[in-house]
């Protein structure tokens, strides 16, 4: 039927409400959003964007031991071959990849800022600035928004050369125009200038916590006054050789700016002229008028010279009223007003050597040289000024003058700005390499700089020329001629050149080395006088194609990120290229992709991952690598395996930040159902701060959570008085680690501050696992089981697809081998056959069908060249032969048995475990209920000082090295003046001390409360217990029992008392009476027993009593105890020790004499007798101050009143018998004398 004129044609029309259609459209909107974006593959963890990222890295050859490359190199291949959503979205991906805070194991290895645990984005891909930035370019200087016709918003591939980090020679292909943005003006104390994004970085040097100067890149944004920057200060050798035409057009161009004018638009003149009263300049100018006529085709104009006059020398005037050339001269960049004058482009664009000329012109023009006085020396020092009313000009021209080594610094003022050249090393570089024009300026040039060439390093601007920080930290790390390195100049690299070998006698080797090597760099500091916002502006960016990927602009250093595969990250693309995954097309159908990555890393488990789809979200925890491969391993060997079972191996998530997960029931939830809660806390301790003041220090914070915003949060506790007790708050985190410091008030209880930041901030967060990943396309949630049982499934299939490739390819070239093995056996009818053939056609078809070869041997037989004909190829063709006979069988016993191959995945597993595996970061405790502070704080062995002034601290077991007997020991605790060290005990930071009064009384202090100062005073006791007005500690003992039934108390007047050791549990800060003492009296020393033992007595005269336990009868905690030895009118109970089989008691003296005496020697007796002699006690040894039961095998920490710690083995100390004196323990300095003794169990026997 024939179509009527005006009808239109629709095809098929299908009825559909709005609704469906919406349903519909919505449908595939979401599901492309879960398939193609947000969710991860279960297989190889990934979602798209990361996949494409990384195998366009690889496509790069960005592998991890190559170099970097520049990322929005990365970006843009991405981008434009695989994923065309935005170049944003690609670069957070893979900066995200690369953040350390953010993966378990990061799979991109970045250079430069990658974003940070205070929230801080990435730095750009590219950094811009503004484009009238001075990019040193081959010779000269291109303006940055000039090199290339650019849109906003646009990359334009183009060439040129730049000048780079390690100022050599670098090439730029791409320029970017990045359109409008706000920009930040940077300005330096000598007026150096730059503008840029918020995000540029520059070099700058900073001191490290230890204060050693360092290079590093820092943001605009970042930067702030009074920090340095580092200039790119060239201090080559340069040629002033050049053509005569271009050396005149030089020096005319330098003298217009100088000394020219030109008529204004408003004026009916046209004329450009030049006027001066150095007849030798005046000639030279002369000559540059005619070239630049010449070489802008104006040689028509009419060149007028006149005669003015002045009041002393007269003025020679050159003139041309020539409109043309006025025109030409406007065209190349002349300005008609003085305050607009800048450096014209061409200039710029020119030769080294050209623009020697031209500075030479222009400072013989409005230059000077002169001698100015320093009032604050006192001296006299040389000067070469510039003089201009155009400040954009001196700033030009002192980037010019930096490229020759000179610096030059802009003094600003209300009419006309100054450039000065002062220091003797600038005037000299200056006279040398550029100079003036004319003899008459250069002669006093010359005169000024012979007088300042003996003090070098004087001048004004000589400290412009240091290196920061340098000078501090040379004195402080010096370890010889102290005194005299203190005096010596060193803030300038003149003043440290001449002390050279003061400092390298005087700081240790590697030191000096390091020192060496920051003064070979090229580059000079300035220090920021101003950064600002200024305003909205175009700015620029290039790509440099080179190892540091930085470029100089305006004499300053510029960097962009750079990044390349992790070795962890090219785990997941191994055997990519052996047809071991699916591929499909691109976007665009004109590429393939993978479809997934062949991963070894189990990389859904260890990253974890994070994303939001359309109704759904996935939010996996990430794990230990060696973890996740020890459960897969037990997978493996047992398919059955409970999760339960599996959490033997991996117990729980393991966050990059690490941290403390509070029980088990969250993850066992998530575990099996693949959802469930997980409290992370961060990690904190309690350091003593300044003035005997609490700290408490973070060191770790929970996943995910922003330090910035965790601070900001704690601040404000603080503000609204919801957190107690907190002075100062300070983030000293630094390249070494996390480390946040909230000291508190002097009464602030730690524990319950500590415990308030817990519950009212994200230092105690919870963590909502959401375990949902793609399967076959489709969104599941899949259990801990399922997760490692998919990754398995599918690298059985990457193994076998792999294990089939390799066949393959084993079995074509046995193939080969095979048919050249048998053509050298047959090789005379080979060669026949070769060479009566007319073409290599014929050749390969008489091979096919005379010879018996197939096609593919046949054309390896043409291609063979005749080395190959020899026996030596036989052999090697034959051993070949053999290698790849033995790789079909193994490849083939793999795909025939799935044991095989099962053993082929763990084995590649157990390589990656060796390989990339590291110790778990995050702790996880039983129970919530049962989490306290300790858990944030690791278990040590610790020894614990009481003074005798009431001074509790702790140390480290471990820094006290064994020694020999006699020895001086080490400065341990140094008590505050006038206070002595009385008594010690050994404990870990995990358990309680007991304390015991003068009163009776007993309370308990965690270890871990006890403050830790290698010296100082530590805190008084009654800041951990209440004690009451005239109340003291006096005894301390470490709460293990070890099994103990019975507490045995002894007091100094010889009062016993045996208690229940249960009387000890559950202790307040109010503490428990557990003896009532006489007034005069204390507790001497408490041992805990089994009910059965028997004890020895000691007295600081010598005398001992052993008696059975059984003669003091249990009593309550009121009671006052019985008699346990009598005593003489001078003597007093010290020692009291539980007698053991094959043990034996230490007596030491308070002048460190002592022995070891066996417990078989003293006869038992009842209580309330006199005892035994147990050492003879004289004036020289003194009296004794304690007993101890040990084992020979045992150590000892002996303390002095001055805090003098000596570590040594029983053993070393001399066995002998009891009415013996005894020999020297430790040497005791006069005045001094032992404190205290405290034994460490070499067996897991009760500690003293």
Same mark, same amino acid.
């Given at each position: 039927?024939? %179509? ?46 990361? &996949? ?6 690889? *496509? ?78 081959? @010779? ?54 730059? /503008? ?41 050798? =340069? ?73 002393? %020398? ?49 400072? /013989? ?73 004319? /003899? ?10 012979? /007088? ?230 961060? &990690?904190?301790?309690? @350091? @003593? ?202 490849? !083939? ?40 502070? @300790?858990?944030?704080?690791?278990? *040590? ?61 007993? =309370? ?40 103990? &039934? ?73 009671? &006052? ?58 004036? %020289? ?42 020999? !020297? ?24």
């Amino acid at each position: 039927m024939e %179509k009527k004129s005006g009808e239109l044609s629709f095809g098929k029309i299908i009825p559909l409400s709005i609704e469906e259609e919406i349903r519909h459209s919505y449908l595939d909107y979401a599901m492309s959003v879960i398939v193609g974006r947000a969710l991860p593959d279960a297989r190889d963890g990934l979602k798209p964007v990361q &996949r494409r990222v990384l195998y366009a890295m690889l *496509e790069l050859g960005l592998r991890h031991n190559q170099s970097y490359k520049k990322s929005a190199r990365v970006v843009g291949e991405t981008m434009g071959k695989y994923h065309p959503h935005g170049d944003s979205a690609i670069y957070d991906t893979m900066a995200r990849m690369a953040q350390d805070f953010s993966m378990r194991q990061p799979l991109v290895d970045g250079q430069g800022n990658f974003g940070s645990l205070d929230g801080d984005p990435p730095a750009a891909m590219r950094y811009c600035v503004t484009g009238d930035t001075l990019i040193r370019s081959g @010779e000269g200087f291109r303006k940055i928004g000039n090199i290339c016709e650019t849109e906003d918003n646009t990359t334009v591939e183009t060439e040129g050369e730049c000048l780079t980090l390690d100022l050599l020679p670098g090439r730029y292909d791409r320029v970017f125009n990045s359109g409008v943005h706000p920009v930040i003006e940077l300005q330096t104390e000598s007026g150096f200038r730059i /503008e840029g994004t918020s995000n540029h970085p520059l070099l700058v040097i900073q001191a490290e916590d230890e204060g050693r100067p360092s290079l590093a890149w820092s943001t605009l944004d970042r930067i702030a006054e009074g920090d340095y920057v580092a200039m790119a200060c060239e201090e080559g050798v =340069f040629s002033d050789d050049l053509e005569d035409k271009y050396r005149d057009r030089a020096i005319f161009w330098g003298g217009m700016i100088s000394e020219g004018y030109i008529s204004g638009e408003a004026q009916r003149y046209n004329r450009v002229g030049f006027s001066n009263t150095d007849p030798e300049y005046y000639e030279a100018m002369k000559k540059g008028f005619l070239a630049e006529m010449e070489q802008t085709g104006n040689e028509k104009g009419n060149l007028r010279e006149s005669l003015g006059h002045k009041t002393k %020398k007269d003025v020679m005037v050159l003139d041309i009223d020539y409109k043309p050339f006025r025109e030409a001269m406007i065209e190349s960049g002349y300005a008609c007003s003085a305050r607009e004058k800048t450096v014209p482009d061409f200039i710029f664009e020119g030769s080294a050597s050209f623009q020697i000329w031209f500075l030479r012109s222009l400072f /013989e023009g409005d230059g000077s040289c002169s001698r100015l006085n320093d009032k604050r020396r006192g001296k006299a020092y040389g000067a070469v000024a510039l003089h201009s009313a155009s400040l954009e000009l001196l700033r030009q021209v002192q980037i010019m003058l930096l490229r020759f080594g000179i610096l030059g610094r802009i003094y600003r003022d209300k009419n006309i700005h100054r450039l000065l050249v002062t220091s003797y090393p600038d005037l000299a570089r200056f006279r040398d390499v550029i100079g003036f024009l004319t /003899e008459t300026k250069n002669s006093p040039l010359r005169e000024i700089c012979e /007088e300042m060439r003996d003090r070098s390093h004087f001048g004004p601007g000589s400290r412009l020329k240091c290196i920061p920080y340098l000078a501090r930290w040379i004195r402080k790390i010096a370890t010889k001629n102290r005194e005299r390195i203190q005096k010596v100049n060193l803030q300038d690299v003149a003043g440290i050149t001449k002390n050279w070998d003061l400092i390298q006698a005087s700081v240790p080797e590697e030191d000096f080395s390091y020192i060496a090597g920051m003064l070979r760099h090229s580059f000079i500091f300035q220090k920021v006088s101003s950064v600002r916002l200024s305003g909205r502006k175009k700015v620029f960016s290039i790509r440099v194609d080179s190892p540091c990927h930085s470029f100089v602009g305006n004499g300053f250093v510029n960097h962009n990120t750079e990044a390349r595969l992790s070795s962890a990250g090219e785990q997941l693309l191994s055997d990519i290229e052996e047809e071991t995954v699916n591929w499909g097309p691109n976007f665009d159908d004109s590429l393939q992709e993978p479809l997934t990555l062949p991963t070894r890393i189990p990389n859904l488990l260890v990253n974890g991952s994070t994303g939001i789809a359309v109704g759904m979200a996935t939010n996996m925890p990430p794990h230990n690598l060696g973890e996740v491969v020890d459960a897969l391993c037990l997978l493996l060997d047992n398919p059955d395996v409970g999760t339960e079972e599996v959490m033997s191996v991996l117990p729980g998530p393991d966050f990059p930040t690490g941290g403390i997960i509070l029980g088990r029931g969250g993850i066992l939830d998530a575990y099996r159902t693949g959802r469930g809660k997980v409290i992370v806390r961060g &990690r904190a301790h309690v @350091e @003593e701060g300044r003035r005997g003041k609490d700290s408490i220090v973070i060191t770790e914070i929970p996943f995910m959570v922003n330090k910035s915003n965790l601070l900001e949060a704690i601040a404000k506790g603080v503000q609204m008085k919801t957190l107690d007790g907190i002075t100062d708050l300070r983030d000293e985190s630094d390249r070494r680690g996390l480390r946040v410091v909230l000291e508190l008030a002097r009464d602030a209880n730690p524990d319950v501050t500590l415990r308030q930041i817990f519950r009212r901030t994200q230092l105690q967060s919870t963590f909502g696992v959401i375990n949902l990943a793609l399967v076959d396309g489709e969104p599941k949630e899949l259990s801990l089981l399922s997760m490692l049982g998919l990754f398995l499934d599918y690298r059985r299939e990457v193994v076998r697809r792999r294990t089939v490739f390799r066949l393959r390819k084993a079995e074509e070239r046995a193939h080969i081998v095979e048919g050249l093995i048998r053509a050298i056996d047959m090789i005379d009818a080979v060669i026949k056959l070769i060479r009566g053939s007319k073409d290599p056609a014929e050749a390969r078809s008489g091979l096919i069908k005379t010879l018996g070869f197939t096609g593919a041997q046949a054309q390896a037989i043409l291609d063979m060249r005749l080395q190959r004909l020899t026996n030596l190829e036989k052999n090697k063709l034959e051993d070949e032969m053999a290698i790849l006979l033995a790789d079909i069988e193994k490849f !083939r016993s793999i795909l025939a048995n799935p044991a095989t191959l099962d053993m082929v995945v763990k084995n590649e597993l157990r390589e990656v475990r060796s390989n990339f595996s590291d110790d778990r970061r995050t702790t996880i405790v039983e129970a919530v209920d049962d989490v306290s502070v @300790e858990d944030l704080i690791p278990e *040590e062995e610790i020894v614990v000082v009481l003074s005798r002034d009431g001074y509790l601290r702790r140390m480290p077991l471990e820094q006290y090295r064994l020694q020999g007997r006699g020895g001086k020991g080490v400065k341990g605790a140094t008590p505050k003046i006038g206070d002595e060290a009385a008594i010690i005990t050994v404990s870990t930071t995990h358990r309680d001390i007991f304390l015991f009064t003068n009163r009776g009384r007993v =309370f308990a202090v965690r270890g871990h409360v006890i403050p830790e100062p290698r010296t100082g005073k530590g805190r008084l006791a009654s800041q951990f217990v209440s004690l009451e007005e005239g109340e003291s500690v006096v005894g301390m003992r470490d709460s293990h029992l070890h099994g103990a &039934r019975f507490v045995f108390f002894i007091t100094a007047q010889g009062v016993a008392k045996r208690l229940p050791a249960g009387e000890l549990e559950n202790l307040t800060r109010a503490g428990r009476r557990v003896l009532s003492v006489d007034d005069g009296d204390e507790i001497s020393r408490v041992r805990f027993s089994s009910g059965t033992d028997d004890i020895l007595i000691v007295t600081s005269k010598g005398q001992a009593l052993r008696v059975s336990e059984s003669e003091f009868r249990p009593m309550g905690r009121q009671a &006052r105890g019985v008699r346990g030895i009598r005593l003489s009118a001078d003597d007093m109970v010290v020692g009291c020790d539980i007698v053991k089989p094959g043990h034996q008691v230490l007596l030491v003296s308070d002048k460190g004499v002592g022995k070891r005496t066996r417990y078989d020697e003293f006869m038992p007796h009842h209580r309330a007798s006199g005892g035994c002699r147990a050492m003879k006690v004289t004036d %020289k040894t003194g009296d004794l101050i304690g007993s101890w039961g040990l084992m020979p095998d045992d150590q000892i920490i002996v303390m002095t009143h001055r805090g003098r710690v000596i570590r040594l083995g029983v053993g070393d100390i001399s066995l002998l018998g009891r009415t013996a004196t005894g020999y !020297r323990v430790i040497r005791v300095a006069e005045g001094d004398g032992v404190a205290d003794i405290s034994v460490i169990r070499t067996s897991e026997e009760e500690g003293e």
